[in-house]
């Protein structure tokens, strides 16, 4: 059984990934600090093992595993916020991947999962993604790294994310899944009966329109 440690783990989502695929596996920890995401992840998994501060935690308190995933936060590196850097040292939100050396020295595990907003492989912020490669090569990983549009994946919404896959060791070459065709629109996802308070209303559509 794959046993799996989620850092910046939020409500889940990559965890509901493994659940759709299929794939036997035991959560044996998470590290996590908002309490409303963490609220959501119980209400959706039940109870877990969250280790808390990934800033903070020892490397004794964190449990041995085979897959990490490590969506660091985007705030810091999305176009949507100020490019403040990932930096190591610079005590930014997205400067939080470097904790995760701690977790990958201390558990070896063999697989590494990464997803983030496809600025970090930009001019600005490609040395630091190069950098964490080349740490992870040095400790014996061989990288692979791509990205992916959520709508090449049957998902009628245009998402473009960077996923990196590190292997520990001797392994079979790895390749990202083939694009699917789009057999679905955004009415086939909505829902379609939705009470009127969360529409906008006629004064904040003519000042969208405005604008």
């Known amino acids: 059984m794959l046993r799996v440690f989620e ?25 996590e600090i908002d309490k409303y995401a963490i609220r959501s992840y119980e209400a959706l998994h039940g109870s877990v093992n969250n280790i808390g501060d990934i800033s903070k935690i020892k490397k004794e308190d964190i449990p041995k595993h085979d897959l ?14 100020h490019q403040a850097s990932l930096d190591e040292g610079s005590g930014t939100r997205s400067s939080l991947l470097w904790e995760c050396k701690k977790i990958i020295e201390a558990c070896k595990p063999k697989y590494l999962i990464l997803e983030n907003v496809k600025n970090l492989v930009s001019n600005r912020h490609k040395h630091n993604f190069d950098k964490w490669l080349e740490y992870l090569e040095g400790l014996g990983y061989t990288n692979y790294w791509k990205i992916l549009d959520a709508k090449d994946y049957d998902l009628p919404q ?49 000042k969208m329109k405005k604008y």
């Not at 850092?7 to 044996?28: E, H, M, N, W």
């Not at 990490?68 to 916020?81: E, K, N, R």
């Not at 057999?183 to 829902?191: C, G, M, Q, S």
């Open 68 to 81: 990490l995933i490590y969506s660091f936060p985007c705030q810091d590196i999305s176009v949507a916020g």
């Open 158 to 206: 245009s998402r473009q994310r960077v996923f990196a896959i590190s292997i520990l060791g001797d392994h079979k070459h790895y390749e990202f899944p083939n694009p699917l065709q789009l057999t679905k629109t955004i009415f086939d996802v909505l829902e379609k009966d939705i009470p009127s308070k969360y529409y906008l209303s006629q004064t904040a559509i003519n």
């Open 7 to 31: 850092a910046f783990a939020g409500i889940g989502c990559q965890r509901l990934a493994l659940d759709r695929t299929g794939i036997d596996y035991k959560l044996v920890g998470i590290c």
